[in-house]
């Protein structure tokens, strides 16, 4: 992973590959943003002059590379958009910060070692341009070949120019200050793991199945000092747990419920999370129709979520206890699949007519959060690319959130929106469950079309044990982006959801959620 380093070095005088300096959208034109006073000096204080006769405008994400002048040690000047400057006396906008951050990384790919002087007025700026740097440097080079039939998975590197910006240096990062060095450690723990989703995000189906996949949480359960637990096809049959073994009874990739939990003595609060982990989803019997299979590595996005938060937490010594359920799944055709019209008889007890085998990451969340809520957490939030609909709704940048709880929606709509995650509060509208009756069952995994997201929903509502708070993340939308990379957002898996739940750790440990 891409190295970060606090710098007293100025943009003037850091040795590095390239200084990254940040522009904005003025009144009357660019505008130079400060940090960058020492290299718009080197250009006789017309930097903003050069950079508009480039075509630069301060655009948000933008990037403009040219030459250093005469009195910076760097060769190369990048200037990076920011988009609106602020009002006189306010500061940039930390998100801003982020995406200008990771922009600037991932054009400096093939790099040594870049200082970034973008504004770092506090320790929190720090953090978000560090943040923003090691996500934006993140790539996926496991099956890339090297030109000669060989890859990373082989051994060999990958051509150097496409390798990750080696070292982020932030400028004027205070590397002898308390806060901005817990910041800087923070950063680095926070996007190693979302990095690590990401990967596991990107890893093709072949190569991650449930067995693999617990496989993952119990190597970095090892590492981390984590409780594991793996429960297999034979615990999952023995124990009742219908909606997982109902899901994954169609592939030769068996199914696995993972119990993976950081605990800290002083703790007094519990928070449970619980993820989907569908490591491919064909739609089962209810096949998806062409165009829509080839990203469905992603369906376990949830998963990876929860299993990164939780080692998040571990790193970061959190003063909660935090168990992760992963419940993971292959949903493949076969002649021993789960077919419409199935009854599924779930780990609570319920029975679940089974409408469509597509609507296959409620099931086994179902059976996920309702062994989650023996265990009387104090709160329990579930994460998933659950619906098409959610996507239908809010689009593909942002995630829906649902609960039992309007005051917990709320916070963990505020938190989202704190850590640069978009996010929107959903209803959960009481006339939607009668859609979900059953003649032959307790419920049908199925309600009505209009609203499937809220459905969905409702349905996981059915299984949280009675008194514990819950919210529900369906991040269908964001989890995985298929466009050009943007800000700190890669092509493919995004790691979406991750630095929302370490934060609501963060808040619960302190006591802020009550």
């Given amino acids: 992973m891409t190295a970060l380093t606090l710098s007293t070095s100025s943009a003037a005088t850091v040795r590095a590959d390239a200084v990254v300096v940040g522009v904005a959208k003025g009144a009357k034109g660019v505008v130079v943003a400060p940090g960058a006073e020492a290299v718009d000096k080197a250009f006789g204080g017309k930097l903003a002059a050069v950079l508009e ?3 630069a405008s301060g655009a948000e994400g933008e990037v403009t590379k040219l030459p250093a002048a005469d009195g910076l040690k760097a060769p190369v000047v990048l200037a990076v958009g920011l988009g609106e400057a602020p009002a006189k006396g306010d500061d940039y906008d930390n998100e801003a910060l982020r995406r200008a951050a990771g922009s600037a990384a991932r054009a400096l790919a093939g790099s040594k070692k870049a200082g970034f002087a973008l ?14 740097a090691l996500l934006g440097a993140y790539t996926f080079t496991a099956y890339r070949s090297n030109g000669n039939g060989q890859n990373a998975k082989g051994g060999k590197k990958n051509d150097a120019k496409s390798a990750p910006l080696a070292e982020v ?26 990095n690590r989703a990401r990967d596991l995000i990107n890893t093709p189906s072949n190569d991650l199945n449930p067995k693999s996949f617990a496989a993952e949480a119990q190597a970095a359960a090892k590492e981390f000092g984590l409780e594991v637990e793996v429960l297999d096809e034979k615990a999952l049959k023995k124990g009742g747990f219908g909606g997982l073994m109902g899901v994954g009874q169609g592939s030769e990739a068996p199914p696995r419920l993972v119990r993976i939990a950081h605990t800290h003595a002083e703790a007094t609060k519990t928070l449970a999370l619980v993820g989907k982990g569908i490591t491919y989803d064909s739609g089962g019997i209810s096949l998806k129709p062409a165009g829509h299979n080839e990203t469905m590595k992603c369906d376990m996005s949830g998963a990876a979520a929860v299993f990164a938060a939780v080692v998040a937490a571990a790193k970061l010594d959190l003063e909660v206890n935090v168990t992760g359920w992963l419940a993971l799944a292959e949903n493949m055709p076969s002649g021993s699949a789960t077919r419409p019209g199935d009854v599924l008889t779930m780990y609570s007890g319920k029975t679940v007519e089974v409408l469509n085998t597509d609507a296959e990451g409620r099931l086994v969340l179902a059976d996920a959060l309702t062994r989650a ?42 938190i989202a929106e704190e ?34 997201g809220l459905v969905a929903g409702l349905f996981l509502k059915e299984f949280i044990g009675e ?34 739940l370490v934060r609501l750790a963060e808040r619960t440990a302190a006591g802020d959620l009550g």
Avoid: C
């Fill in 467 to 500: 008194g514990i708070t819950w919210a529900h993340l369906d991040i269908a939308g964001p989890a995985f982006h298929e466009g050009a990379p943007w800000g700190y957002t890669p092509k493919g898996g995004t790691g979406s959801a991750v630095r929302t």
């Fill in 53 to 55: 006769t480039l075509g």
């Fill in 419 to 452: 850590v640069g995650e978009q996010s929107w509060p959903m209803p959960m509208p009481d006339h939607l469950r009668k859609g979900m009756d059953s003649p032959v069952a307790d419920i049908a995994n199925m309600g009505e079309r209009m609203g499937g």
């Fill in 169 to 194: 240096a932030i400028l004027g990062g205070k590397p002898r200050d308390k806060e901005f060095k817990a910041a800087a450690e923070r950063s680095q723990a926070l996007a190693a793991e979302i």
């Fill in 373 to 414: 809520s023996e265990e009387s957490p104090d709160a329990i939030v579930d994460v998933a690319t659950l619906t098409g609909a959610m996507v239908l709704a809010l689009g593909h940048r942002h995630f829906g959130i649902m609960a039992n709880d309007d005051a917990f929606r709320t916070s963990i709509h505020e």
């Fill in 119 to 132: 504004p770092v007025e506090d320790a929190e700026a720090a953090a978000a341009v560090s943040e923003g």
